[in-house]
């Protein structure tokens, strides 16, 4: 009797520790819940996977510029010279002054420079302000870099009545015979010299390119003095 006693025990011990094990292994296991669903059931469901984060680019693109306009002189109404003569078109350029320009002839710049050329590109007017030296001594300064020019030659470098002065000279060149050219330099009302320059062909001195030039002259002035 005593020996089936002690089996009965035996075995009601090792229930309990198997018992004990599978409630410890329940809790360990369904403390963790991902996703809202236990471990329970038919599986674990493993932790989602998260969506990889945006990779951005450190490649800095510059913003394009906006165009810019391209300066046009504006015209005023045309007044011909003489009858037989060009038409001359008044015209306020963007450089700040307003001036007499034959019909036809097309603006450039270089620098600060404005030039009106004629359809041939053998005459042209010239305009550009030259700082505050007194005016002579511009002309002075203006020849020292002309003389270097091939068949330079001055023909003459005088004060003017307005405060001004005129340099007048010929040289040649290339390919297109004698240039001759009047510089008139003038004190404007910003007190800055401006030099207005008329250049052509020697054959069209004194007529019609003097003409021009004087032309040029009584009708010149600067943005905000114009009559």
Aim: charged residues 15%.
């Amino acid at each position: 009797m005593g020996r089936p006693v002690h089996r009965v025990l035996l075995a009601a011990l090792v229930g309990a520790l198997v018992g004990a094990l599978v409630g410890g292994g329940w809790y360990l296991v369904s403390r963790f819940d991902w996703g809202g669903r236990s471990a329970a059931g038919a599986g674990v469901t493993a932790p989602p996977t998260e969506p990889p984060s945006p990779t951005w680019s450190t490649r800095t693109v510059a913003p394009t510029p906006a165009p810019r306009p391209t300066p046009t002189p504006t015209v005023v109404t045309p007044v011909p010279t003489t009858p037989a003569g060009p038409l001359l078109v008044p015209v306020r350029d963007p450089g700040g002054f307003t001036l007499l320009v034959p019909d036809g002839w097309q603006r450039r710049t270089r620098d600060i420079v404005v030039f009106y050329d004629s359809p041939d590109r053998l005459s042209l007017i010239q305009v550009y302000s030259m700082g505050t030296d007194p005016p002579y001594q511009q002309a002075l300064a203006t020849e020292a870099t002309l003389v270097s020019n091939p068949g330079y030659r001055r023909i003459r470098l005088e004060r003017t009545a307005d405060g001004g002065a005129e340099l007048e000279y010929s040289y040649d060149l290339a390919g297109a015979g004698v240039r001759h050219a009047v510089d008139h330099i003038l004190v404007g009302p910003d007190g800055n010299a401006w030099a207005v320059l008329v250049a052509g062909p020697e054959q069209d001195w004194p007529s019609p390119l003097g003409e021009l030039l004087r032309s040029e002259l009584a009708t010149f002035c600067l943005a905000g003095s114009c009559p």
